[in-house]
């Protein structure tokens, strides 16, 4: 909290108080200034009457000059911002200078104009007299926001009930395709069961691929529940699953102790299965492979990486990587459906973190997350 401590205010054409500080030459050239501003400038006395608006405050809210000065600032709230903005205006009175303001004003008409600004009050010895606000008009941004997380929403909704839906015409085809293998297998030509076989594999592959369509729609629609998460025992956990739907694999892996996050705790489930089954995959044709799970301090930062001896990527590939259905390495060489990478970069945005990929082919991989400071809580 801050108290800025003035000489005694004075009144030049209209702009109350705004300028006690400036040499008498400096005046007008204030006043046509914040006149013609593009922001919505303000000044309200201690009473919460307002002082002095400029002509773009008086353009977005459509009032006459005359019909300002004096009026109530609360009434040029609107109802959802009245409690908040209440309560601001109590804390500057106080001395505090309010940097980031969020609230919704009224317009004349009565519809709501958004706003974000500053507010700040001038002193007279320890009296408050008035305060000053400088805002700017983001309803339109706001609404544009609005409108592309209603179809980025509707999207993904879309996404989720399709592929929940083709699940059953999915399985009652691989059902009769299973059917006539058996039945019929000895009666078909070579090149018959060679076409049933393809459709099997078809049929596993499009499983595959409905099943990371319902994950990657799933981490955008879901509501965050952030808590403390230990990420050292969930990357155990898939690795011990792993281990055990491939018991034929040699794979050496380190899991680093302490990796602790404040993350919803399925998102980061599904974001180190991602990571360590990516890790799993590119190194099985190994006769020994190496997988590391750890985090490393970096700029004041710290940065969880999985790390692996597999073939790798060239570099010039590394943005790519986390784009939805690009896959740098075909069917032949390494199955997959191009979502791993792109669910684990959705949900690390949405916890306000960052990706990063790098590889030297054939010697190291890592693909890493770093969260925001406030997400990392011991």
């Known amino acids: 909290m801050r108290r800025r401590k003035q000489g005694p205010p004075t009144r030049v054409q209209g702009m109350v108080d705004m300028s006690a500080h400036l040499p008498g030459s400096e005046l007008p050239?204030?006043?046509?200034?914040?006149?013609?501003?593009?922001?919505?400038?303000?000044?309200?006395?201690?009473?919460?009457?307002?002082?002095?608006?400029?002509?773009?405050?008086?353009?977005?809210?459509?009032?006459?000059?005359?019909?300002?000065?004096?009026?109530?600032?609360?009434?040029?709230?609107?109802?959802?911002?009245?409690?908040?903005?209440?309560?601001?205006?109590?804390?500057?009175?106080?001395?505090?200078?309010?940097?980031?303001?969020?609230?919704v004003f009224r317009r004349k008409d009565g519809s709501g104009v958004e706003v974000e600004g500053s507010t700040s009050?001038?002193?007279?010895?320890?009296?408050?007299?008035?305060?000053?606000?400088?805002?700017?008009?983001?309803?339109?941004?706001?609404?544009?926001?609005?409108?592309?997380?209603?179809?980025?929403?509707?999207?993904?909704?879309?996404?989720?009930?399709?592929t929940h839906d083709l699940r059953a015409p999915l399985r009652a085809v691989g059902g009769f395709v299973s059917v006539v293998t058996e039945q019929c297998g000895v009666a078909l030509n070579p090149g018959c069961r060679e076409s049933l076989a393809r459709v099997q594999v078809g049929l596993v592959r499009m499983g595959a691929?409905?099943?990371?369509?319902?994950?990657?729609?799933?981490?955008?629609?879901?509501?965050?529940?952030?808590?403390?998460?230990?990420?050292?025992?969930?990357?155990?956990?898939?690795?011990r699953d792993l281990?055990?739907?491939?018991?034929?694999?040699?794979v050496d892996v380190t899991i680093a102790d302490g990796l602790i996050a404040r993350m919803d705790a399925q998102m980061a489930a599904l974001l180190l299965e991602n990571l360590i089954g990516n890790a799993w995959k590119?190194?099985?044709?190994?006769?020994?492979?190496?997988?590391?799970?750890?985090?490393?301090?970096?700029?004041?930062a710290t940065r969880y990486f999985v790390r692996d001896d597999g073939p790798g990527f060239d570099p010039?590939?590394?943005?790519?990587?986390?784009?939805?259905?690009?896959?740098?390495?075909?069917?032949?060489?390494?199955?997959?459906?191009?979502?791993?990478?792109?669910?684990?970069?959705?949900?690390?945005?949405?916890?306000?973190?960052?990706?990063?990929?790098?590889?030297?082919?054939?010697?190291v991989t890592t693909f890493s997350f770093t969260l925001p400071v406030a997400a990392l809580v011991a």
């Open 243 to 250: 281990r055990r739907a491939d018991p034929g694999r040699v």
């Open 209 to 239: 691929l409905l099943e990371d369509l319902l994950s990657h729609s799933r981490t955008g629609g879901v509501e965050l529940r952030p808590e403390r998460v230990d990420l050292s025992a969930i990357a155990r956990r898939i690795v």
């Open 282 to 300: 590119y190194t099985s044709r190994l006769t020994h492979a190496h997988i590391e799970v750890g985090a490393e301090r970096e700029e004041g």
């Open 29 to 103: 050239f204030l006043e046509e200034l914040l006149a013609h501003a593009g922001v919505l400038v303000q000044s309200v006395g201690a009473d919460g009457r307002v002082r002095y608006v400029n002509d773009a405050w008086l353009r977005t809210l459509g009032y006459e000059r005359a019909e300002t000065i004096g009026l109530d600032i609360f009434e040029v709230i609107h109802p959802d911002s009245l409690d908040h903005c209440r309560a601001v205006f109590a804390r500057v009175l106080a001395g505090e200078d309010v940097r980031r303001l969020e609230a």
């Open 121 to 162: 009050v001038h002193f007279e010895g320890d009296r408050p007299i008035w305060t000053r606000g400088v805002f700017v008009d983001v309803t339109a941004r706001k609404q544009e926001a609005r409108a592309a997380a209603e179809a980025r929403r509707e999207l993904e909704l879309f996404c989720a009930t399709m």
């Open 316 to 363: 010039v590939y590394s943005v790519r990587l986390f784009q939805p259905f690009v896959r740098l390495h075909g069917n032949a060489e390494f199955e997959g459906t191009g979502l791993g990478l792109a669910t684990v970069f959705r949900i690390v945005r949405r916890h306000g973190g960052t990706v990063a990929a790098e590889s030297q082919p054939g010697v």
